[in-house]
């Protein structure tokens, strides 16, 4: 049934009452934020900031950054033409339900190389697997989303470390979204390996040499106000909620330009130490008419090498230019493409399958009614 | 379709195919030839299956399939060749001809059916094929030609055929075009055209055709002494031979009138005068307009006869004294040899009697009419044109219209008694066929118009006289004065250009397809072009005539047609 | 003859189809002949349209200006947008008798095109008297006075070749014959010819 309009009339109207004063009072606190910002970092330069030891060492209960090398209210242009090749992976995948016929998992790694002002199109690998079980064969039971969607992530850095090539330039990797992955740490045994697997092939990228990014495009998180809430944390009534950092950093960052390098501070940092710990900073990609604010994060690696930084910086501005007023990295963008499963290919794989399985004499269940249900065809009209 | 520029009409090949039309509306004929290669008056042959359509063609129409593509000029749009082929397919002329004759050709020629078919000809199954008054109309996409000589040679006859004679010549191929002279005397004819048309030329031709064939006696009232001898071409300067000139006093004589006549300073052959017995009352009824005679004329002549007699009246009356008086018991009396007195004495009124005698004084002063000439002249022309001889009666000084009137008149009167007595002698087995005579007279119109038409003499001979061997050869600027009922007799008309719409009405008065041939006269060229129409001509043909000059006359008497035997001749001058 | 394939079939009914081509292929140009080879024979075919989709990507990069050469290519052989021809049929041949009617049945999927070379443009529009000119000018959705031009410059060129200059004028008086009743399309169509045909 659709929707109740004339129920939401009212809702709707409230709706924009409400928008419009937390409107407001977003515009006070991003004031106050970025006063603090800039208290903060005079504090700092000055040494007399008096609540820095609270963010010294890593607060596990604390999400939130904590000031690095830069001072943090420092922003950051590049001008740089350095020579550089870009990787870039994506994944996507074909998860099961209880309603399928047969139980189908799969993930669809992209891997695409470029190597600017080379004038040769890039080279991109697909690679398509079934999820496999601990004794390695395709697993035929219904796997969890949660797991799939870590192996396909374990995957995607695997290609990122593990396509090699010859060249003597710096090779950036590019991931979609941030390094730090959501589904660690669980209990379970599968999690475990795979999670250590994955620090594992990070290793590796820094071992190669590589520097590696992970880009998230519109960033909710309110890491560098929460680090202000807990310095400030003294000053009474103090309520920065609401505003996230990218409000922050709209009005702080020109565009092209980066934000101050910030380490992470989370709940899972302890599992990313010493090269691995994650750090971020924020990069405005946008136009002077519409800024655009996204989060970078980085390894330690990378963030302790300032020339790595501008080379990532540089080569996001870059990737972000060619798609024009909707920046967002070309060979990103190209990843998913090329990784994307659609809903078709799903119905066409279990089609395959499915024939293949009745030549080979296999029974096979079919779908649920439930299912089927969902999928009745919509009213026609005659012709 | 041919290059405009530089191709010229292949005579063997076709000019176009027949695209509409019918028998009422003429036919039209696609050119695949530039239209400036066909003209009107082009002698078209049509060939539709076994047949062959003879027509001439009377209208060219431009046309396009697309009224815009006749609009539009392409030449700045588009390259020339593509130009061309655009103007080929879309933009056409067509050819309007009027079909007259249809002839069967048989099947192709050397073909086992063309074989066949001449068989059945020789063998008197079928008929030989002749041409025909159109009956039919070709089929859709038959190939029309312009006529090469053959087709000419199959309608209008050969040359080298007795009887037939080259008027003139086709105006694109200048194949000959021939009259049969023959055909030509049997009904009486027509030769018109406006002034300077060279109406003149062309009756000499003919004359000199008809002389030579000697088929026929030709009698020509040379109003304007132009005929007889040797003239001078008012516009070219150049000298016209003269019929007696090119053909000796043997053959042609002129007549002058009147006992001293001179053609310019030249003495006739012999000399044409009337007696007082020769003037008939209706010869002076018909000078009714020209002697503003009086209604009470006819009375007046009929007491004159009734007292003197048809052949004394004229000497009686001429004799009367007018206004002559005595006196009487001391009161003037008209004179006993008076006019009023014989009036008087006849039931007829003085005044009306005195004002015809008063104005037959013209005629009385005539010196060619006199009491007792020395002998018949007029029986002496009579004669001669029995023997064979050609008369050319030249008027001399006498250029009057009277003189004309009232000369051509009584003349023809005498002669076509002559030959009605002959006819019907003939007829009833006493004597030999009467000689065909063809009377020319020019200024047709003072003869033949309405008024004078019922009471000269000519009229009938257009009218009846055929039958006794006497045809009219009229020459005319002004056919349109002409009565329509002599107009209608006429067999072959012979039309140089013509201005005015009633002349060209009046010449094509009853005649099929008068409509199509109407522009066709109004566009003739000044001098030299001639549509020959009617009885006389199988169909409707536009020639250029020929140049009478010393070349016409050589190709005369180089004729093969008949050779000049000198003591024939004399037998027949002299036959005692 | 060419045995070089220029694409593949994707679609068609019994007047045309469209061919998919990959841009590496050898690829016709507007008003190119090709000749698709079927079991019976071969069906015959003009280009009359080719067309490159765009997408949501292309058209943003398109807007952005400036693109270095990678994406250009890398828009044009990696992603996954065939060039796609349609095609307008003419003829067919069945056992090297051409006829110039509408095939009996049309290709199949996936069955390839070639382009025809200069011997095949002869000994097709030999064949019969320009009665092919009929499917093109009965068209209403192609253009075909473009076509017919384009089409007319390559067979020209052929029968030339051939030592029969004067086809050109030939066909161009035959086009005339069929369209000189419809005085707008003949204009236009007589426009594009002459443009391809200067004096």
């Known amino acids: ?383 | 379709m041919a290059d405009k520029n530089t191709e010229k009409t292949n005579i063997n090949s076709p000019i176009g195919y027949v695209v509409g039309g019918g028998l009422k509306a003429n036919l039209h004929i696609r050119l695949t030839v530039p239209a400036y290669s066909v003209q009107e008056g082009s002698f078209i042959v049509i060939k539709s299956g076994d047949w062959q359509f003879y027509s001439i063609a009377t209208d060219l129409q431009l046309g396009a399939i697309d009224p815009r593509f006749a609009d539009d000029k392409m030449e700045n749009r588009l390259p020339p060749n593509i130009v061309s082929l655009l103007q080929d397919q879309t933009l056409y002329t067509n050819l309007v001809v009027l079909p007259s004759l249809m002839l069967e050709s048989g099947p192709k020629l050397n073909s086992p059916e063309h074989t066949l078919w001449q068989e059945s000809i020789d063998n008197g199954e079928k008929e030989q094929p002749r041409p025909l008054p159109v009956k039919t109309v070709p089929v859709h996409h038959a190939k029309a030609f312009l006529a090469n000589k053959g087709n000419i040679a199959e309608i209008f006859g050969k040359e080298t055929v007795d009887g037939n004679f080259v008027i003139g010549h086709t105006r694109e191929q200048k194949h000959p075009v021939c009259i049969n002279l023959d055909k030509l005397i049997q009904r009486s004819s027509g030769i018109f055209g406006a002034t300077g048309s060279g109406k003149s030329f062309l009756t000499r031709i003919i004359l000199a055709g008809l002389i030579d064939h000697d088929q026929s006696s030709v009698l020509v009232y040379d109003m304007h002494n132009e005929y007889g001898l040797d003239d001078t071409a008012s516009d070219t300067g150049q000298n016209v031979i003269g019929l007696r000139s090119a053909f000796g006093r043997t053959k042609v004589q002129i007549v002058g009138l009147g006992s001293s006549a001179d053609i310019r300073g030249l003495s006739p052959d012999f000399n044409l005068t009337l007696s007082y017995k020769d003037i008939m009352p209706e010869d002076v009824e018909m000078l009714t307009r020209e002697l503003n005679l009086r209604e009470t004329t006819a009375a007046t002549l009929d007491a004159l006869v009734q007292k003197f007699g048809r052949s004394g009246w004229f000497s009686a009356f001429k004799s009367m004294k007018h206004g002559k008086m005595i006196e009487q018991d001391g009161k003037l009396t008209p004179a006993p040899d008076s006019v009023a007195f014989w009036a008087n004495q006849n039931g007829i009124h003085p005044m009306a009697a005195e004002g015809l005698h008063s104005k037959l004084k013209r005629l009385f002063n005539k010196p060619y009419i006199i009491e007792n000439p020395p002998s018949d002249s007029i029986q002496a022309v009579t004669d001669s044109l029995k023997k064979g001889q050609h008369i050319i009666l030249s008027f001399g000084k006498f250029e009057s219209d009277l003189d004309y009137l009232l000369i051509s008149n009584l003349l023809t009167r005498r002669i076509r008694t002559e030959w009605e007595n002959m006819t019907n002698q003939f007829r009833n087995g006493k004597v030999s066929e009467p000689r065909q005579l063809v009377i020319i007279i020019e200024e047709a119109h003072k003869l033949l118009n309405r008024e004078m038409a019922v009471q000269t003499t000519f009229s009938t001979i257009a009218r009846e006289m055929r039958k006794y061997y006497v045809t009219l050869l009229i020459i005319d600027q002004r056919p349109s004065q002409i009565y329509d009922e002599v107009m209608s007799q006429l067999g072959t008309r012979i039309c140089g250009w013509l201005g005015d719409d009633d002349d060209v009405h009046a010449v094509l008065s009853g005649l099929a397809g008068r409509d199509a041939l109407r522009g066709m006269l109004a566009r003739l060229q000044p001098k030299e072009e001639v549509l020959l129409l009617g009885w006389g001509v199988p169909m409707p043909i536009l020639v250029r005539s020929r140049r009478y000059d010393a070349d016409f006359y050589k190709e005369i008497k180089h004729s093969i047609k008949r050779k000049f035997d000198q003591k024939t001749a004399i037998n027949a001058l002299y036959p005692d | 003859m060419n045995d070089i394939t220029a694409g593949r079939l994707l679609r068609s009914n019994t007047r045309g189809c469209v061919v998919g081509c990959h841009v590496s292929q050898p690829a016709p140009v507007f008003g190119s002949m090709i000749n698709i080879p079927t079991k019976t024979g071969k069906v015959f075919g003009l280009v009359h349209d080719i067309h490159i989709d765009d997408d949501g990507l292309v058209r943003q990069l398109a807007a952005a200006g400036n693109l270095p050469d990678e994406v250009i290519l890398d828009n044009r052989i990696n992603r996954n947008v065939p060039v796609e021809m349609s095609i307008i049929f003419i003829g067919y041949s069945i056992e090297n008798k051409i006829s110039h009617s509408l095939p009996p049945r049309p290709p199949l999927s996936l069955d390839e095109m070639y382009i025809c070379d200069p011997e095949d443009l002869r000994n097709f529009t030999n064949a019969g008297h320009f009665g092919y000119f009929r499917h093109v000018i009965s068209r209403q959705d192609i253009p075909a006075g473009e076509l017919l031009s384009a089409h007319l410059q390559a067979a020209s060129t052929a029968q030339k070749v051939g030592g029969n200059p004067n086809w050109i004028n030939e066909a161009i008086q035959e086009i005339i014959i069929l369209l000189r009743d419809n005085h707008e399309l003949m204009t236009n169509v007589l426009g594009a010819i002459g443009d391809a045909f200067p004096a």
Request: aromatic share 8%; with cysteine.
């Open chain 1, 1 to 383: 049934m659709p929707i109740n309009y004339i129920n939401l009339q009212p809702q709707i109207k409230d709706y924009c009452e409400q928008a419009k004063s937390t409107n407001k009072s977003r515009t006070l606190k991003i004031d106050q934020v970025l006063d603090l910002l800039h208290r903060c970092a005079d504090e700092i330069s000055s040494g007399t900031l008096n609540n820095i030891s609270t963010l010294s060492s890593p607060n596990y209960k604390n999400r939130c950054a904590r000031p690095n090398s830069e001072c943090v209210n420092q922003s950051f242009k590049i001008n740089n033409n350095d020579q550089y090749v870009l990787l870039a992976s994506d994944g996507s995948q074909i998860t099961s339900t209880h309603h399928d016929a047969l139980p189908i998992s799969l993930i669809n790694i992209s891997g695409i190389f470029y190597q600017p002002n080379s004038r040769k199109s890039p080279e991109i690998q697909v690679s398509s697997e079934f999820i496999r079980n601990a004794e390695n064969n395709i697993s035929l039971d219904v796997i969890s989303e949660d797991l799939v969607n870590l192996i396909r992530d374990v995957a995607e850095v695997g290609m990122l470390a593990n396509w090699h090539f010859k060249t003597r330039l710096p090779i950036i990797t590019i991931s979609d979204g941030p390094l730090e992955l959501f589904h660690a740490p669980r209990a379970s045994a599968d999690y475990q390996q795979l999670f250590q697997e994955y620090l594992e092939t990070l290793e590796k990228i820094h071992q190669e040499g590589r520097i590696l990014g992970g880009y998230i495009d519109k960033p909710r998180a309110n890491l560098v106000i929460r680090m202000l809430e807990i310095i400030y944390q003294s000053i009474s009534g103090l309520d920065l909620s609401g505003i996230s950092d990218a409000d922050i950093f709209f009005r702080l960052l020109e565009p092209g330009s980066r934000s101050a390098i910030f380490q992470l501070n989370s709940p899972s940092s302890n599992n990313y130490t010493g090269p691995l710990a994650l750090h971020f900073f924020y990069l405005n990609v946008g136009r002077k008419d519409k800024p655009w604010i996204v989060r970078v994060e980085i390894n330690k690696w990378a963030a302790d090498n300032i020339i790595n930084v501008r080379l990532l910086h540089q080569a996001l501005l870059d990737q972000c230019r060619l798609m024009g007023s909707q920046p967002y990295p070309y060979i990103l963008h190209r990843a998913h493409e090329e990784a994307v499963v659609h809903l078709d290919e799903k119905e066409k794989l279990t089609a395959l399958l499915s024939f293949s399985l009745q030549q080979s004499g296999v029974e096979i269940a079919s779908k649920s009614y439930k299912s089927s249900a969902k999928e009745l065809q919509n009213r026609t009209r005659m012709k």
